[in-house]
């Protein structure tokens, strides 16, 4: 049998694994990234990744056809080399990430945006199976963004394609880590919430332990019916509503899907955001839009990765 790696490269973990052309994971492993330290030293350990899964190929007599790679940031797709910075591996600016593995491996080498690769595994194989046109978001820290367009991962002219988390919501509105005003990250992340929820506990006078707040403990006190906890998710799910609209209102998607972290809430906050969703999208798009949770939890990005190296390769031969 034939075998592609996929590596998904994050800020704590370079999670990697060997699959098959159809996604389905052989072995999978996970070892620190080292996303803080150099340029050189993230490589190593992509070394070592690629190292051992060749080791285990061998084991069982199967040979690798090439490499799919997830990595934060924009990535020039021809090229596979990362285009600017990103936030949370201060020293992968510009990262060679294609030539640098095929030349160690000489093994062909295709990289993408991780929330890409992400929206890629869900399509194929997870709650985007079997539709053509795809919007999905991962909302957490930050908020990831990937869109399909039949049945193809729109990366734009300039690979930054989908950068849902910076759709304006409200014009003037807070400022956004990216620089600008208004962004639909700046309302709807995890420590966003957690700063509204904060807010009005202070406006009311009333106690709270900071070490305590975060998004699951505003969820829990609001299946205890606790006023302000329901106000900071009904505010969220309207945010999350108009950005989610105005995405839908210009690719007219027949799916969208939301994962990560704060999606872990369940069904009832995924019917809530639907609902707003409703409220600000045209008609016509919203009559048969679905709006569903992720099905690939935290196997997303390598079997992304997977599915990155094997479509591509076909591709190519
Ligand atoms: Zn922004």
Redesign the pocket.
Known sequence: MDLFIGMDLGGTNLKYALGNENGEIIIKKSRPSQANQSQKTIFENMFIAVEELKAEAEKRKNKILSIGVGSPGSIDFETGQLKGSTPNLPNWAKAPIKKTLEEKFNISTWADNDANIMALAEARLGAGKGYKNILCLTLGTGIGGGILIDNQVLRGEHYSAAEV??IIIAYNGIR???G?KG?L??YTTAPAMVKRYQKKLKRLGLAYNINELNTEFIFQKASRNEGLAIETIAETCEYLGAGIASISNIIDPEVVIIGGGVSEAGDPFIKQIENEVRQYSVKAIMQNLKIVRAQMGNDAGIVGAILLAAENYSDDN
């Open positions: 988390g910076h956004c880590n990216c600008n962004c990250e700046a």
